[in-house]
Every structure is written in C-alpha cells, then in structure tokens.
C-alpha cells in the first residue's frame, strides 16, 4: 500500500463548477499537508499548506486536513480554465529538512470553458 | 524572483552512458532533492542533501548518484542509463524549518 494515495483522474469540469480533490493517506505521523499545483511542462508550485487538522482557505481554494480519517481535500470554487493543471497533495512529518515529504501520483484537472 | 534552473529541459542518451543532470539554485538554500516523476507513481525522491559535500539516499537511489560541491549547485548522476531511467526528474531546494519547496522545470530524459 502506498503512503499517499491520490486518485489520478482525469477530471474533466465545466467553467464555474467546484472541484473537490483528495487524497488518503496511512502514516499517523504525517503533520504537515501540502498541495502543489504542476501546469503541463513546468516543475511543481506550492498551493497551499496546512499543519495538523482543519481548514484553511485563500481566495477560491480551501484546504481541508481531516486526521482521524487519513483524509486530506482541496475545494476549487469557481473554476476557471487557469486552473487546469495536475494538482499534487504532499505530506511530511517533523523533519525540519522536508527528506520525509511523501507525494501523491496527483490528479489531472481540465476546466472547459 | 527565487529560481531552481535545470540545466537542460529534455535529454536523449544512449544505454550505458554516463549522464549528467545539472540543478542550480538562487535562495541560498541549505537543503536540496532529486526526484523523479513518473505516470501513476507521483514523485519519488532519489537523493536528497542538506549542506555541502552532504548527502542522503531517497527511497530510490539505486542507479543513481548525487554532487554537492557547492551550496548552490546539485548535480544527479546517472552512472550507466537504463531505459528504466527514462523519466522526468525534477529538482528541488528548501530553506531548513520550511515546508516549502521550489522546483525546477524539470528535464524530460529518454534513454534509448
């Protein structure tokens, strides 16, 4: 069983839709949850960045980090078509240096105008 | 505006040769990664080093070898490429106590 587990898609939505993205995970010791956002032909970028459970939110995106389910989720709310792209959830424990970050296979995105 | 480069955005080499993928970085970053990504399989990391001359071995670095002669600069060394070795590898730095990590564009290698 992987460590992070991320459905690979692809998902396909209309301009306007909200988009819901997930992933689970197994290891207990995971504290620090990120999702990376990677367009088609450049390196991943940060997204957004959550520590231990809750939500947080900028602008259109929320991240959610529900713990006791192993269970992580990015909302997009008014998609646009920008936003088509693989989106990567990462994970990491306590170590400072981020050796121990773990990714998902990350999920496709197309948002049709 | 912070940058990682990679030296080279798409590579061809031949099976048993040596290759040479270059990662320089602008931050001052003690930490930097190699990873590799493929379809289904997400990231993996291959090395990882956290100061000069330092390094760890990541979940997958069988095949493969890493420099640190420079702060800035993170070499990945594939000492005899394999067609299993075609993949995109990315590269990574991160400031020590944050979780952010920048990457580069990533260089898209074939082995053939």
């Known amino acids: 069983q992987k460590e992070v587990e991320q459905d690979p898609g692809p998902l396909s939505v209309p301009e306007g839709a909200i988009v819901s993205l997930n992933c689970t995970y197994s290891?207990?010791?995971?504290?620090?949850f990120m999702w990376y956002r990677q367009y088609s032909r450049k390196g991943p970028e940060l997204l957004m960045y959550?520590?231990?459970?809750g939500n947080k939110e900028d602008g259109r995106f929320t991240a959610q980090v529900d713990k006791s389910s192993k269970y992580i989720s990015l909302f997009i709310r008014d998609s646009q078509p920008s936003d088509s792209a693989t989106y990567l959830c990462a994970m990491s424990a306590t170590r400072s240096n981020n050796n121990d970050m773990r990714f998902g296979a990350g999920t496709r995105l197309t948002v049709k105008p | 505006d912070v940058k990682v480069t990679q030296s080279s955005r798409y590579l061809v080499k031949r099976t048993g040769e040596k290759v040479f993928l270059e990662c320089v970085q602008d931050?001052?970053?003690?930490?930097m990664f190699w990873y590799r990504q493929d379809p289904g399989l997400g990231l993996r990391l291959i090395y990882f080093s956290y100061d000069v001359k330092m390094k760890e071995k990541g979940d997958i670095p069988e095949g493969y070898s890493v420099s640190r002669e420079k702060k800035e600069r993170f070499s990945l060394i594939l000492e005899s490429a394999s067609t299993n070795q075609t993949s995109m590898y990315l590269c990574?730095?991160?400031?020590?106590?944050?979780?952010?990590?920048?990457f580069g564009q990533g260089t898209r290698l074939t082995v053939v």
């Open positions: 990574a730095s991160s400031l020590t106590g944050a979780r952010k990590a920048f």
């Open positions: 959550t520590y231990s459970s």
């Open positions: 290891n207990s010791a995971f504290q620090y």
């Open positions: 931050m001052d970053h003690e930490n």
